[in-house]
């Protein structure tokens, strides 16, 4: 089944001014579910722009995205937020963690909008926890931890809700080699648990892994 | 959207930024906390002054000469109680004395269970007197001559305002130091069983007598009221003015705060908040701190006006007159903390949502890079 | 003297000023949107529009809270003024007072059954991803806001008018047993008005929008000289005490809050199908379910009294 559908996709920042830039040109892809698909590209190349449109945080100038055979492309707000809460989990490069809480009020976050019991909550982050290895850590505030750590902690966050597409933007820009390594590890787990995952990263180590469905570059906004 | 999960979850990022609630929550319960002070001194006012007037008399007759107070004689008596109606018409003699040391007045009003040679005093007079030595007896002066009393008792506390500045005296004792003759009587106090029939009745007393004055219960009453109702209203709309300069202030903070909290907004936006969510949200918080806010200025006012006996502010309703040894009775209406409720939080919130939106609206890509 | 001096009155339209401050923003906005928006286009602009649209939405809902608030301590405010105003002895006196005060309170409940039909649509709305009825919507919010206005000048012109010199009446006149309107007795009232509630009940089942309409906007007059000249004396059990605000109070339970939130509820769920239709021309007949059910409540309790003062005494007031 085709997951996610992008037809003719355009998005030009500041149109019609002096500074106008067009991060993306054209843009057509075709994702199945449960792939696990590299967006490779040096910095600039529309990479992160792509990620951001397919989970709805920013809207295209034309085109389309249709994923489950739903447009999301001119969404309004409370239907572009529902489908991000449900079926996007995003890994930031930056974490984007809400400081001052500590590991499991930030994975709780995105229970908050739901009626769960208390009961179903706390199963559902002490999973999230448990695969995403930060488990031991659960009442710390996420200032004390290190950079790995905080990126564990964003991964648990972004599949609490158990999302069908985790999209990932240059999640080991940050992370020294030994955390990038256990990232992919963690890839893995996601393969095993057929998500559909989409990152996008220039970092080498994530060339020619073998569990990697396929491999897309793009360049000045379009793929190459 | 709005259920125990997100509500908890609000209060969890309350807690974390209390920091940035705290100046709106100080100066919001100091607002609060004057305003309920003024209301609850002026509501215990009048409900003592309702409660002191409730065992006067139906009618209180007064007489005018050129505009000026007069004493009545006998026959005033005796016409009064053939109106139909009337049970009964007191004369009493009473009046005021000037302490010109003091350059105080204090009320005299006869009680004739005291025997001649005593005087009852109320503790303004009492304070006021003991300045110049006077603790056990007191001097007081007419034209022909001194006339000394003792100082037996002090009225007690829990006759508060109406009796400060009083002084009770044997009628007798009392005749002689203003100059009046037996049959001379300053006030009638006149008794009407039916209270239907009240302003009638006073009505055919001034028919009588076109000078006097007769003043029902109610008139009274109302006279008292009129003079908080004034005094109240003049200080609420004061209050509205700095109400309003204060929640533009806030409004200004609140937006200053929301422009460095951008990143968080947008994070939350990131992980499925919608706009919408973000507002209540934010309007969520703010309801708590305006609640709380609310509740401690309520208490605080209370302890203030009830335990402390308002220092400083009671000055504006009782005057500077004599020393106000006055407690006030604790009484808290529903109505006045509702009235409170919706002066202070609901301007409050209204100043919160723009502020709420600006933040919710903003846009999440750049800020999530 | 004046009446602008009394706390109630300054609190009360302070609040109604912030209100109208808060809806002039929304209109301006709504201007904006009415003019320019075209869902299809994918401008800055647009996104601008659809984001204006909840700052709209929050104001609305926060006024309705407000309104429905200050409705209730609009009445207990009069009720406090009836202590200065010479000869009222209760709020119906101060009602009464000048020809605006009736005007008003009936005013002040169109205008919040107007915005709670304008929840509805907002609702409906916001759960279709193109904004079908945001012009309907808009259109709506504009009348209600000249509604809004009107009413605070309403309002201005009752306090300004409301002696404080001569006596007013109290309700024993007001309500005086031969004035009753077109010169119904008190049978024809009940009559009249167990015979629309059934009528209700029927049409409600049936889902006649249009029919039910009416019957719902009769029953709310009828129920209210009902209620006025016949309910209420059994409520207060004295023959001459026709009044509706007195069962407002602590004495009687506050009844009053139920016979009227329930008669009030069950009326705009009654007329909002109707109204739905012609603003969005869809159906929607949850609301009768409701309205049949507010209506039994308030008909249950009427009938509760009076059941109770026969049963009590044997007799009919």
Redesign the interface.
């Known amino acids: 089944m085709k997951k996610i559908v992008i037809k003719n996709l355009n998005k030009i920042y500041n149109p019609n001014k002096a500074n106008e830039f067009c991060a993306l040109k054209n843009i057509n892809l075709e994702i199945e579910d449960g792939e696990i698909l590299i967006l490779k590209g040096v910095s600039g190349s529309g990479k992160s722009t792509l990620l951001s449109l397919i989970g709805a945080i920013s809207k295209p100038t034309n085109g389309d995205i249709v994923v489950n055979e739903h447009s999301i492309a001119k969404l309004p707000d409370i239907m572009s937020s529902a489908y991000r809460h449900k079926e996007i989990g995003f890994i930031f490069q930056a974490f984007n963690l809400l400081e001052g809480l500590s590991v499991t009020q930030n994975v709780i976050a995105p229970l908050s909008l739901t009626k769960m019991s208390e009961e179903e909550v706390r199963e559902k982050v002490k999973k999230a926890l448990l695969i995403a290895n930060i488990e031991h850590k659960k009442d710390q505030k996420v200032a004390h931890l290190s950079g790995g750590e905080k990126q564990r902690c964003a991964i648990a966050r972004a599949i609490v809700m158990e999302p069908n597409i985790i999209l990932a933007d240059e999640p080991t820009a940050n992370l020294d080699k030994e955390n990038s390594l256990l990232f992919i590890d963690i890839l893995k787990t996601f393969k095993s648990l057929n998500k559909t995952v989409i990152i996008a990263t220039h970092d080498i180590l994530f060339d020619n892994l073998d569990f990697v469905d396929r491999y897309i570059n793009i360049q000045d906004g379009a793929i190459v | 959207?709005q259920?125990k999960?997100?509500i908890?979850?609000?209060i969890?990022?309350l807690f974390?930024?209390k920091a940035d609630y705290l100046f709106s929550f100080f100066i919001f319960s100091f607002i609060i906390f004057i305003l309920s002070s003024v209301?609850f001194i002026s509501d215990a006012i009048q409900f003592d002054i309702s409660q002191s007037i409730k065992d006067q008399p139906d009618i209180v007759v007064e007489n005018t000469r050129a505009g000026r107070e007069f004493h009545m004689h006998e026959g005033f008596i005796y016409d009064i109680s053939k109106i139909a109606g009337v049970s009964s018409v007191e004369g009493y003699a009473e009046g005021y004395y000037y302490f010109g040391q003091k350059r105080l007045w204090f009320h005299l009003v006869s009680d004739d269970t005291l025997k001649t040679n005593e005087m009852v005093v109320g503790q303004g007079v009492k304070v006021a007197m003991e300045e110049f030595y006077y603790k056990d007896k007191f001097n007081f002066l007419t034209e022909e001559r001194i006339i000394v009393v003792d100082i037996t008792k002090v009225a007690p506390k829990s006759t508060n305002i109406i009796s400060n500045d009083v002084i009770y005296l044997h009628p007798q004792t009392l005749r002689r130091i203003l100059g009046l003759e037996e049959g001379e009587y300053s006030k009638l106090y006149v008794f009407v069983p039916n209270k239907n029939e009240v302003g009638q009745i006073a009505l055919k007393i001034v028919e009588l007598y076109p000078s006097a004055k007769a003043i029902s219960k109610e008139d009274t009453i109302?006279e008292y009221?009129?003079l908080f109702?004034?005094k109240?209203?003049?200080f609420?709309?004061l209050y509205?003015v700095v109400m309003v300069s204060f929640l533009i202030l806030l409004k200004n903070q609140i937006s200053l705060v929301y422009g460095e909290k951008k990143?968080?907004i947008?994070?939350?936006?990131?992980?499925?908040?919608?706009?919408?969510?973000i507002?209540a949200l934010k309007?969520m918080q703010n309801l708590v701190v305006a609640i709380s806010a609310y509740l401690l200025g309520i208490a605080l006012a209370y302890v203030y006006v009830f335990c402390l006996n308002a220092p400083l502010l009671r000055n504006i309703f009782l005057g500077t007159n004599l020393s106000n040894t006055i407690s006030f009775t604790p009484i808290v209406d529903f109505?006045v903390l509702?009235?409170i409720f919706?002066?202070g939080v609901?301007?409050f919130?209204?100043f919160v949502?723009?502020p709420?939106?600006k933040i919710?609206?903003g846009d999440?890509?750049e800020a999530?890079? | 003297m004046s009446i602008f001096l009394s706390n109630e009155i300054i609190v009360f339209l302070l609040i109604e000023l912030v209100l109208i401050v808060l809806m002039s923003i929304s209109q301006v906005n709504i201007i904006t949107i009415l003019r320019h928006w075209d869902f299809n286009a994918t401008t800055v602009l647009q996104y601008a529009l659809e984001k204006k649209n909840y700052l709209i939405n929050t104001i609305l809902y926060f006024t309705i809270v407000c309104k429905i608030i200050l409705f209730i301590f609009f009445v207990k405010s009069l009720d406090a003024l009836a202590e200065i105003v010479p000869g009222a002895m209760c709020c119906a006196g101060v009602v009464g007072s000048n020809n605006y005060g009736n005007v008003l309170l009936l005013l002040k409940i169109l205008i919040i059954f107007g915005f709670g039909i304008w929840i509805i649509i907002n609702k409906l709305d916001l759960s279709f991803v193109s904004f079908p009825y945001l012009k309907q919507k808009y259109y709506l919010f504009s009348f209600l806001f000249a509604c809004v206005i009107l009413e605070a000048i309403l309002e201005i012109l009752y306090f300004v008018n409301i002696p404080l010199t001569v006596p007013v009446f109290c309700c024993s006149t007001v309500f005086e047993a031969p004035k009753l309107p077109f010169g119904y007795t008190q049978t024809m009232l009940v009559i009249i008005f167990y015979s629309l509630f059934s009528a209700i009940l029927v049409l409600n089942y049936l889902k006649d929008a249009m029919t039910s309409f009416t019957c719902n906007l009769l029953f709310l007059f009828a129920a209210y000289y009902a209620i006025t000249y016949f309910f209420g004396i059994y409520v207060y059990e004295m023959p001459n005490h026709k009044c509706p605000y007195c069962m407002l109070q602590k004495e009687y339970f506050f009844i009053g809050y139920f016979i009227w939130g329930s008669l009030f509820l069950g009326v705009f769920f009654g007329i909002s199908p109707f109204l739905l239709e012609v603003l969005t021309k869809k159906h929607y007949t949850k609301m009768y379910r409701y309205s049949s059910l507010c209506l039994v409540i308030t008909v249950i309790i009427c009938t509760f009294y009076v059941a109770k003062y026969y049963l009590l005494t044997g007799l009919f007031l």
């Open positions: 959207m259920n999960n997100f908890d979850f609000a969890t990022l974390k930024d209301l109302a009221r009129h109702y004034y109240g209203g003049l609420l709309i509205v990143k968080e947008a994070i939350l936006r990131s992980i499925g908040f919608c706009i919408k969510d507002i309007c109505n509702f009235l919706i002066a609901i301007p919130m209204a949502i723009i709420a939106w919710a609206i999440i890509s999530v890079k």
